[in-house]
C-alpha cells in the first residue's frame, strides 16, 4: 500500500477540511518512514512547526478511530483497522463495493469512490476517460458550485489510476495565501507538491536560473526532471481552478504558461506524457486578464447537468425512501431545479426523519435544512449591490431596462439563474421563493 492510497483512504474517514496540504505531506513523508526533522527540513519549515502539524493529525486520527494514535504506531494501526479492507475491495467488482457505504454521508463533500449514493453522468465520464487517453490532453469541467465537480473528478481520476497512468490532484481552495503574492514563489510551491504527490524528491535548485524567467523555470523544471522521471501518461488536475483569479497578474502568467504546455506538446516528447483537468465554477471570468488569454476555447469543456426525473428516482431507491410518488419527484425537482446538492441535502433530511415531505415541499418558512446554503448566498449577493439589483430584476420579471449581460453570467454561473429561450429566470422555486422575501 503506498502512501497516496493510504492518504485516500484517511481522507474519506476524516471530516472534512482537516486535511491541510501540508497534513497531507507529513502523513505522507511519515508513512515512508521520515522523521519530523528530515521532514522540517525537506519542506522547509520549522521543527516544531512540523512536530505540531503531526501531533494534531495523529489527535485527529484517534478521535476517528477511537484508539491512541501517534507517529510510531499509526501505520501499524491503519494497515491492521482499515487499510486491508480497502485493498480487498479495490480489487473487488463495483457492484460488490457499495456495501463500504451503505449509509449516507451528510451532504457537502465529494462522494465516495463506489458510494451508491453517486449519481453518475455516463456520457460525460465515457467524454472524460476518452480524452485522458489522448497524449498532452487538456480539458475543462464546469458547473455552478456543488454541482458535483469534486466527485466527478475524483471517477476520473480512479479511472487513471487503474489505467496505470500517474496522477495528481491540487484543490486551489486549499493553498495558503501567501503562496499566490508572488509568481516565483507560487510556482516554486506548484513544482514542490506535485514532486511530493509523485513521490519524487523536489530538485528545483539546478532549474531555477535567476537569468530566465519564472515560468521558463518551471517548465524546465517539468521537461527535464520531472516529467523524464515518470514512465506512464500523468494526468494533473486543479480543483476549484478559479480561486487563482483573485490575483490577476499571477493566474494569466500561470494559465498562459499551460497554454504554452499544451500547444507545444506536439515538439516535446516529455509533454506528451502530461493530461491537464482543469476543474471551476461556470465560464471563467477573463476580464481581468490580457486579450491573448484564450483558455475558454482550449481543449473540451464538459458541463455538469442537474439531475432528471429519473436520476432523482434512483437516487430515492438508494436512500430506501417510500411512498414517494412520480408528482411528489416533480414537486422536489421543482422545489430544487435538479441541483444535486439540494436534492441530496432533502433525501439525506428525510431519510434521517429530521423532515417530513409536507414541511419539504409545503414549507412556511423555508426548511432549516437550507438556511445555511441560501444564507451563504445572500451574503455573496449583499456585497455586491449591483448583482443583486439584477437579480431582484429577474425575481420580479422586470424587463424595463435588459439587465448587464456580465451580471447575468455571473448570476448563471453561482446557479442562481437559468436561461430558458435567452430570457433568465431562477433556477429553483426555493431560491425565488427566499430571495423574493429577503434580498
Known sequence: MSSEEAL????????PGTLTPIKRLVFQRSWNGQGYTEIAKELGYDNSYIRDTGAQLWRSLSEVLKEPINKKNFRALLQQRLLQDYIQAKQANHH???????????????VPLYSKFYIEHSHLEQKA??????????FRIKAPPRMGKSSFLLRIMNHASNLGYHT?????????QRFFVDLNQFLRWFCTTVSYQLELEPKLEPYWNQYISSTERCTL?????????INRPFVLAFNNFDQILDYPQLAQDFLLMLQAWHEEASQMDSLEKLRLILVYSGEIDTSTLSSQFGLNDMGR???LPSFNDEQVQVLIQQY???????????????LTGGHPYLVQLALYHLWSQEITLPQLLHFNPVPEIYQAHLQNYLAKLQAEPEL??????????DWSNWPNSKLIQKLQDMGLITQENGEPKPSCKLYQTYFKQFL
Open 168 to 176: 495528481a490532484s491540487l484543490n486551489f481552495k486549499q493553498i495558503e
Open 8 to 15: 485516500e483512504i484517511v481522507e474519506q474517514i476524516l471530516p
Open 221 to 229: 523544471y517539468f521537461t527535464r526532471y520531472l516529467l523524464p522521471k
Open 320 to 334: 430506501g425512501l417510500q411512498g414517494i410518488t412520480s408528482q411528489i419527484i416533480q414537486a422536489l425537482i421543482e
Open 129 to 138: 476517460n476518452t480524452e485522458i487517453n489522448k497524449p498532452s490532453c487538456l
Open 388 to 397: 443583486a439589483t439584477t437579480f431582484r430584476q429577474i425575481l420580479e420579471n
Open 301 to 303: 469543456s464538459i458541463s
Open 96 to 110: 460488490d463495493r457499495s456495501h463500504l457505504f451503505e449509509e449516507p454521508e451528510y451532504p457537502g463533500r465529494a
